[in-house]
């Protein structure tokens, strides 16, 4: 549990990493890098395609 030590709050590195990104972070990451990727891929194939 955090204590307060002259006014500060005093927490363990185990304490202070409680609250880590869940699973919705990664979804995020990884439909962002794909849809960036297939907006790429569109660009390209719109400039140089036939």
Do not use: C, N, Q
Request: aromatic content about 12%; proline content about 4%; overall charge negative.
């Amino acid at each position: 549990m955090a204590k307060v030590e002259d006014g500060h709050i005093v927490e363990t590195a185990r304490e202070a990493r409680g609250a880590e990104p869940g699973p919705s972070v990664r979804w995020v990451l990884i439909i962002s890098t794909f849809s960036v990727a297939a907006i790429f891929a569109g660009l390209l194939a719109y400039y140089f395609g036939g």
